[in-house]
């Protein structure tokens, strides 16, 4: 079982941006320490208190500087805002600068602002997404590259640095709609899934479509599931610790008036976030809950979200990190 | 008199990516403990020989998390093959997570396969250039955008995070024709030059008609500042210098010769006058061209004799030192380099 950290980054009115990420490389340098797999970090754009974090590369390559072993990955690149060329550079470049620890994670976009600050059409962007990474991939394998394509075309060049990872970093697709699962399912990568914005039903029917579209009938990909944590000595330190944090997220989600989130966010509240999809108490009770989820759904991988919502403390979410590693990670391995 | 380090990054057969950023990353290190003034990395892609920097601003980030005080510049991110939202929040990130120090160099891009790998067209000019600067400077002041250019039309959304520097870091823009050196005076940006690629006589004379389009422009000409790239060697031993640069200097003349002949440069100069011109010039390129007319090497007394001489040709406020053009010098000669024209060139310039 693989653990990870996931960073999304929101940054409230009276939060500093230097101090936001200035934390989150503090705490991927802990996590690394503490044997965590993994830092996820989020790519969003144009709303400051959902997430200041555009260029989630770049943050990874000033973790890769500050980090030894831990694995880093987008959770995700919002592939049709980029040009696949320069994502498969970039992500390269990662996977050399850590010394082969990048992972691509990657989706189609949901969020309609998005795609109108890039002055780009949502339903051209979602449908070239497959021709997207099969270019990407290409990218990363071929000495040469010649695509003409719908949506892209590559005059015979050769992508370079090449990645570290042969034949090229893991690949982990987001997915929420149903027609997402069935894709990533028949393209054989990794899946991401976040059962509290897809409800609980939709991420085991999406599951159920991932697992049957398998070209070959096997399962290759891993499946990754994104769970809300907070560990404390008892729950009710915990649930207090998180309360205002959660509510600031729903908050935000709602208050952005789009998208899927806005809709999902606003049949939520604390205490179902609590009861159905986040691991919240002392560590038995989140070892409990993880085992839960884990059976609920097959998951291989966590996604450990220790600070939704970004208003918990600093010093607060190294101590929840510490106790999860130290009492929760060691029951799963 | 300002100083920085200049990185093309080069990466022959013999040679690996992982030790070249390893090296790149530890020099910048170095050449911020030395008090160099900034470090400048280019954006080039498609040929391994010539630069394995297609993402200068991923080395950048990395490079912010290991210096202190030294200012992290594309030289030169290439406007066209960006999307100039995404360039704006990834400028205005790594000038969060160095703290300020981020410095943003563009240039319209010569190289015709660059164009070719990202599906764009070259011709499209000055004109699209222009208004990406804008709209970037827009994303980056601007709490919502109300932008209606040609290209781009961009209302009600905002960029997050803004940069740390008020209002904005600064811009540079390189230049090699004629037709650019006007433009960045007349937009009032400052001024980045390599030599070694734009000929000297070409580069002194844009260096004029930059500041002329300046102070027409209603710019402060004292405002704009040029930074001037030059390949600097330093040793004690005088016999040393050549030798040891000849084949570098060769290796990188070699690489641009097969970037500048590929099918795609042919095909790019048959209609593009900007791009025959630089052809032309760079297909003249050779050794003893590069050491007479654009270098600064020697020991440390010809090199402070050297800038001086370059300094009555410019008048540049910044010298970014290019000490490992065509990237076959060993690590431990450039830091050697680096070190003796820290500590015996750049005091009498301070």
Same mark, same amino acid.
């Given at each position: 079982?693989?653990?990870?950290?996931?960073?999304?980054?929101?940054?409230?009115?009276?939060?500093?941006?230097?101090?936001?990420?200035?934390?989150?490389?503090?705490?991927?340098?802990?996590? =690394?320490?503490?044997?965590?797999?993994?830092?996820?970090?989020?790519?969003?754009?144009?709303?400051?208190?959902?997430?200041?974090?555009?260029?989630?590369?770049?943050?990874?390559?000033?973790?890769?500087?500050? $980090?030894?072993?831990?694995?880093?990955?987008?959770?995700?690149?919002?592939?049709?805002?980029?040009?696949?060329?320069?994502?498969?550079?970039?992500?390269?470049?990662? =996977?050399?600068?850590?010394?082969?620890?990048?992972?691509?994670?990657?989706?189609?976009?949901?969020?309609?602002?998005?795609?109108?600050?890039?002055?780009?059409?949502?339903?051209?962007?979602?449908?070239?997404?497959?021709?997207?990474?099969?270019?990407?991939?290409?990218?990363? $394998?071929?000495?040469?590259? $010649?695509?003409?394509g719908k949506y892209f075309q590559v005059g015979g060049v050769s992508v370079e640095?090449?990645?570290?990872?042969?034949?090229?970093?893991?690949?982990? @697709?987001?997915?929420?709609?149903?027609?997402?699962?069935?894709?990533?399912?028949?393209?054989?990568?990794? @899946?991401?899934?976040?059962?509290?914005?897809?409800?609980?039903?939709?991420?085991?029917?999406?599951?159920?479509?991932?697992?049957?579209?398998?070209?070959?009938?096997? @399962?290759?990909?891993?499946?990754?599931?994104?769970?809300?944590?907070?560990?404390?000595?008892?729950?009710?330190?915990?649930?207090?610790?998180?309360?205002?944090?959660?509510?600031?997220?729903?908050?935000?989600?709602?208050?952005?008036?789009?998208?899927?989130?806005?809709?999902?966010?606003?049949?939520?509240?604390?205490?179902?976030?609590?009861?159905?999809?986040?691991?919240?108490?002392?560590?038995?009770?989140?070892?409990?809950?993880?085992?839960?989820?884990?059976?609920?759904?097959?998951?291989?991988?966590?996604?450990?979200?220790?600070?939704?919502?970004?208003?918990?403390?600093?010093?607060?979410?190294?101590?929840?990190?510490?106790?999860?590693?130290?009492?929760?990670?060691?029951?799963?391995? | 008199?300002?100083?920085?380090?200049?990185?093309?990054?080069?990466?022959?057969?013999?040679?690996?990516?992982?030790?070249?950023?390893?090296?790149?990353?530890?020099?910048?290190?170095?050449?911020?403990?030395?008090?160099?003034? !900034?470090?400048?990395?280019?954006?080039?892609?498609?040929?391994?020989?010539?630069?394995?920097?297609?993402?200068?601003?991923?080395?950048?980030?990395?490079?912010a998390q290991t210096t202190k005080n030294i200012r992290l510049g594309t030289a030169?991110?290439?406007?066209?093959?960006?999307?100039?939202?995404?360039?704006?929040?990834?400028?205005?990130?790594?000038?969060?997570?160095?703290?300020?120090?981020?410095?943003?160099?563009?240039?319209?891009?010569?190289?015709? !396969?660059?164009?070719?790998?990202?599906?764009?067209?070259?011709?499209?000019?000055?004109?699209?250039?222009?208004?990406?600067?804008?709209?970037?400077?827009?994303?980056?002041?601007?709490?919502?955008?109300?932008?209606?250019?040609?290209?781009?039309?961009?209302?009600?959304?905002?960029?997050?995070?803004?940069?740390?520097?008020?209002?904005?870091?600064?811009?540079?823009?390189?230049?090699?024709?004629?037709?650019?050196?006007?433009?960045?005076? !007349?937009?009032?940006?400052?001024?980045?030059?390599?030599?070694?690629?734009?000929?000297?006589?070409?580069?002194?004379?844009?260096?004029?008609?930059?500041?002329?389009?300046?102070?027409?422009?209603?710019?402060?000409?004292?405002?704009?500042?040029?930074?001037?790239?030059?390949?600097?060697?330093?040793?004690?031993?005088?016999?040393?210098?050549?030798?040891?640069?000849?084949?570098?200097?060769?290796?990188?003349?070699?690489?641009?010769?097969?970037?500048?002949?590929?099918?795609?440069?042919?095909?790019?100069?048959?209609?593009?006058?900007?791009?025959?011109?630089?052809?032309?010039?760079?297909?003249?390129?050779?050794?003893?061209?590069?050491?007479?007319?654009?270098?600064?090497?020697?020991?440390?007394?010809?090199?402070?004799?050297?800038?001086?001489?370059?300094?009555?040709?410019?008048?540049?406020?910044?010298?970014?030192?290019?000490?490992?053009?065509?990237?076959?010098?060993?690590?431990?000669?450039?830091?050697? !380099?680096?070190?003796?024209?820290?500590?015996?060139?750049?005091?009498?310039?301070?």
């Open positions: 079982m693989q653990f990870g950290v996931f960073y999304q980054l929101p940054c409230g009115e009276e939060q500093s941006v230097s101090a936001r990420y200035d934390d989150t490389i503090a705490q991927a340098r802990l996590a =690394d320490e503490l044997g965590f797999d993994n830092v996820w970090l989020a790519e969003l754009h144009f709303n400051k208190r959902f997430s200041i974090m555009p260029a989630p590369l770049m943050v990874g390559s000033a973790i890769a500087a500050a $980090t030894q072993k831990i694995k880093i990955g987008t959770a995700v690149n919002l592939v049709p805002l980029h040009h696949p060329i320069r994502l498969a550079e970039e992500t390269a470049t990662l =996977d050399l600068l850590s010394h082969g620890r990048a992972v691509f994670g990657i989706g189609r976009g949901s969020n309609p602002r998005h795609f109108l600050g890039y002055n780009l059409d949502m339903e051209e962007g979602r449908d070239s997404f497959q021709e997207a990474v099969d270019l990407i991939i290409k990218a990363w $394998t071929s000495d040469e590259v $010649t695509h003409k640095p090449k990645p570290q990872q042969k034949p090229h970093p893991p690949i982990y @697709v987001a997915a929420n709609s149903p027609d997402t699962f069935g894709l990533v399912g028949r393209m054989g990568h990794s @899946v991401l899934v976040a059962p509290m914005i897809s409800t609980i039903e939709g991420a085991q029917a999406g599951l159920k479509e991932f697992r049957r579209n398998q070209s070959d009938g096997q @399962v290759t990909g891993k499946v990754n599931i994104n769970v809300p944590i907070f560990v404390a000595e008892n729950r009710k330190k915990a649930l207090d610790g998180f309360e205002g944090s959660i509510n600031n997220y729903l908050g935000t989600l709602r208050a952005a008036s789009h998208g899927r989130g806005m809709a999902r966010a606003n049949m939520l509240n604390y205490d179902l976030v609590d009861a159905d999809f986040a691991a919240i108490g002392d560590p038995e009770e989140c070892a409990d809950k993880l085992r839960q989820i884990k059976q609920m759904y097959g998951a291989d991988e966590f996604m450990c979200w220790f600070n939704t919502g970004g208003m918990v403390p600093g010093d607060e979410v190294s101590k929840s990190m510490r106790l999860f590693a130290e009492k929760v990670i060691p029951q799963f391995r | 008199m300002e100083f920085g380090v200049f990185y093309q990054l080069p990466c022959d057969e013999d040679q690996t990516p992982q030790q070249r950023y390893a090296d790149t990353i530890a020099q910048s290190q170095l050449a911020d403990a030395l008090g160099f003034d !900034s470090v400048w990395l280019a954006e080039l892609h498609f040929h391994p020989t010539f630069s394995i920097t297609p993402s200068p601003l991923l080395l950048a980030s990395a490079i030169v991110n290439l406007m066209p093959l960006h999307h100039p939202i995404r360039l704006a929040e990834e400028i205005a990130t790594l000038d969060i997570i160095s703290g300020g120090r981020a410095v943003f160099g563009i240039g319209r891009g010569i190289i015709p !396969s660059h164009f070719e790998g990202f599906g764009v067209s070259m011709e499209e000019g000055r004109q699209r250039f222009d208004e990406c600067i804008r709209l970037i400077v827009e994303a980056w002041t601007k709490d919502e955008l109300d932008f209606q250019g040609e290209y781009y039309q961009i209302h009600d959304v905002g960029i997050a995070p803004k940069p740390m520097q008020k209002p904005h870091p600064p811009i540079h823009v390189a230049a090699t024709g004629a037709d650019t050196f006007e433009l960045v005076g !007349s937009m009032g940006y400052n001024l980045l030059v390599a030599p070694v690629i734009a000929g000297n006589e070409p580069a002194i004379e844009g260096a004029k008609v930059y500041r002329e389009k300046l102070a027409q422009g209603g710019h402060d000409p004292d405002k704009g500042k040029l930074s001037v790239t030059l390949p600097i060697y330093v040793s004690e031993n005088r016999r040393e210098n050549e030798r040891v640069l000849e084949e570098t200097i060769n290796s990188y003349i070699k690489s641009v010769h097969v970037m500048m002949t590929s099918p795609a440069a042919n095909r790019a100069a048959a209609v593009n006058p900007r791009i025959a011109l630089v052809q032309a010039g760079l297909a003249k390129l050779n050794y003893q061209q590069v050491i007479q007319d654009n270098t600064v090497i020697g020991t440390p007394e010809e090199c402070v004799d050297r800038i001086n001489y370059f300094q009555g040709l410019f008048g540049a406020q910044e010298y970014s030192g290019w000490f490992n053009i065509g990237g076959r010098l060993p690590h431990e000669t450039v830091t050697k !380099s680096m070190k003796l024209f820290a500590e015996k060139v750049m005091p009498k310039f301070r």
